[in-house]
Antibody
Framework: QVQLVESGGGVVQPGGSLRLSCAAS????????MNWVRQTPGKGLEWVAF????????YYADSVQGRFTISRDTFKKTLYLQMNSLRAGDTAVYYC??????????????WGQGALVTVSS | QSVLTQPPSASGTPGQRVTISCFGS????????ANWYQQLPGTAPKLLIY???QRPSGVPDRFSGSKSGTSASLAISGLQSDDEAAYFC???????????FGGGTKLTVL
């Protein structure tokens, strides 16, 4: 079955960096676009970044553009989110999420369990 | 402030039918399909409806979706206590090249 397992969350000071990883299993990782979506405790969902199935296209939310980088390693079947210049407003649970098929706009169907990132001094 | 607009709360009694609305605009729901997610407390969202009105395998037919113009709706019939959760709508936004979400509707089963 499809499994997405995030790791790398934690507490970091403002201005610091953190890298999230998402280990994928149970499906052909190289054939699916992937996303990072975050959720502030008790609040709604905010899309953060998208990467196409082959890594050729990457899109970012305006709020993280220039600070966050999404990437994927096909051989390791792992999705990454490098987060730099972190701010208090980046505090959230970060979900790794898979798209249903190779089309960029296909619905996100599977989500990981989430990784909590707390930016605080 | 979310791009898609949902009512913050909804409620119904067991067996009733409830509808949750989601209002968007031309670049998102007006152009692309609407999807719906159910999120139980402390868990990740679960896909409930995709492509405006399609149910993934395993989702009961009590859940249905529809879209008209720049708005979408989720209907839940035969309401059950297990349906008490937050429901989010989502759509791809062509102007942002990314996903936009509604603020979520917390459904209470009275």
């Amino acid at each position: 079955q499809v499994q997405l397992v995030e790791s790398g969350g934690g507490v970091v000071q403002p201005g610091g960096s953190l890298r999230l990883s998402c280990a994928a299993s149970g499906f052909m990782f190289s054939g699916y676009p992937m996303n990072w979506v975050r959720q502030t405790p008790g609040k709604g969902l905010e899309w953060v970044a998208f990467i196409s199935y082959d890594g050729s296209k990457k899109y970012y939310a305006d709020s993280v553009q220039g600070r966050f980088t999404i990437s994927r390693d096909t051989f390791k079947k792992t999705l990454y989110l490098q987060m730099n210049s972190l701010r208090a407003g980046d505090t959230a649970v970060y979900y790794c999420a898979r798209a249903m098929n190779f089309h960029d706009r296909s619905a996100v169907d599977y989500w990981g369990q989430g990784a909590l990132v707390t930016v605080s001094s | 402030q979310s791009v898609l607009t949902q009512p913050p709360s909804a409620s119904g009694t067991p067996g009733q039918r409830v509808t949750i609305s989601c209002f968007g605009s031309s670049p998102d729901i007006g152009t692309n399909a609407a999807n719906w997610y159910q999120q139980l407390p402390g868990t990740a969202p679960k896909l409930l409806i995709y492509g405006n009105d399609q149910r993934p395998s395993g989702v009961p037919d009590r859940f249905s979706g529809s879209k008209s113009g720049t708005s979408a709706s989720l209907a839940i019939s035969g309401l059950q206590s297990d349906d008490e959760a937050a429901y989010f709508c989502a759509a791809w936004d062509d102007s942002l090249n990314g996903w936009v979400f509604g603020g979520g509707t917390k459904l209470t089963v009275l």
